[in-house]
């Protein structure tokens, strides 16, 4: 089995570039490949114009990379040491690493545990240490896998805005992320491309991959939970599919309508009215990176393929 079957695809210089594919898919592989960590059986691999088999030393001196729960360092050196070990890998001068320092701790939430011990730290400190010291080096080229896992929603906020803040400052700088949070890759990403079972399947901006979905509108209604069934819903010409369940907190029935245009949404409401359903909310459902990439990939970021079991 290939981990990666002609993968053909070039990041540009100053952009934000998202890799999303499933559990599995090859970006990982991928990721190590272009990281000088893993070498390709075949095909040829640049960063920055160097060759990621023949010339690993000129990658390595302008990438770094973040990944997701690695380990952050050496449980017996503080954050701030950490921090600054991992500068002087890079022959980042004195004066300017303790700047960074500085101000990657402020970003990440990390002063007040600056002086702790590594050994100490919860999981959620320690992923933004490791994310902290992948920009220590101000490399030319970033790789980002998962960096907000395990962090919180104000943390993963955070880093979010320093990396689209690091970009923005000088356009020689680049990133290539991997997420399974598609809501990160649809706001941080020029780009991204769409990976499964080693192949790229879909590769535009965010907004171009959306235009590319079959046309049809969805609405997603808060109906009364009593009245009668809402079968008869489908008998109505135009209306292609409806999905609907309970409400856990408030007891409505949240429905989903798909219907081939949208005056057929009155009649809908007409209908829901004869069915003593009382309308509480109306929205019109807009195309996600999400329902892009279930199109492509006919799974979700986390479901397991059909017949591989649980």
Known sequence: MRALQGVDLEVHRGECFGLLGPNGAGKSTLIKILTTLLLPTSGRALVVGYDV???????????????????????????????????????????????????????????????????????????????????????????????????????????????ARWVRERPERTVLLTTHYMMEADELCGRVAIIDHGRILALDTPSALKRTLPEEAAFEFQVSATGQDLEPLLEITGVRSISHHAH??????????????????????????????????????????????????GRGLTDEEAGNGA
Not at 254 to 283: A, N
């Open 248 to 297: 856990p907190g408030t007891g409505a029935v949240e429905l989903k309508v798909v219907v081939q245009e949208d005056d057929v949404i009155g009649e809908v409401l007409g209908r829901l009215k004869g069915l003593d359903r009382s309308v509480l909310h109306l929205t019109k459902m807009e195309p996600t990176l999400e329902t892009v990439f279930i199109h492509h990939v």
């Open 53 to 163: 088999a023949t010339e690993p030393f000129q990658v390595r001196r302008r990438i770094n990379l973040v990944s997701g729960g690695d380990s952050s360092g050496y449980g017996v050196l503080t954050v701030r040491e950490t921090l600054h070990l991992f500068s002087q890998f890079y022959g980042v001068p004195g004066p300017v690493a303790r700047r960074r320092e500085e101000e990657l701790m402020e970003i990440t939430g990390l002063r007040d545990k600056a002086d702790a011990r590594l050994s100490g730290l919860s999981t959620g400190m320690k992923q933004k240490l490791n994310f902290a010291r992948g920009f220590m080096s101000d490399p030319e080229v970033i790789f980002l896998d998962e960096p907000t896992l395990g962090l919180d929603v104000e943390a993963s906020r955070d880093v979010r805005a320093f990396i």
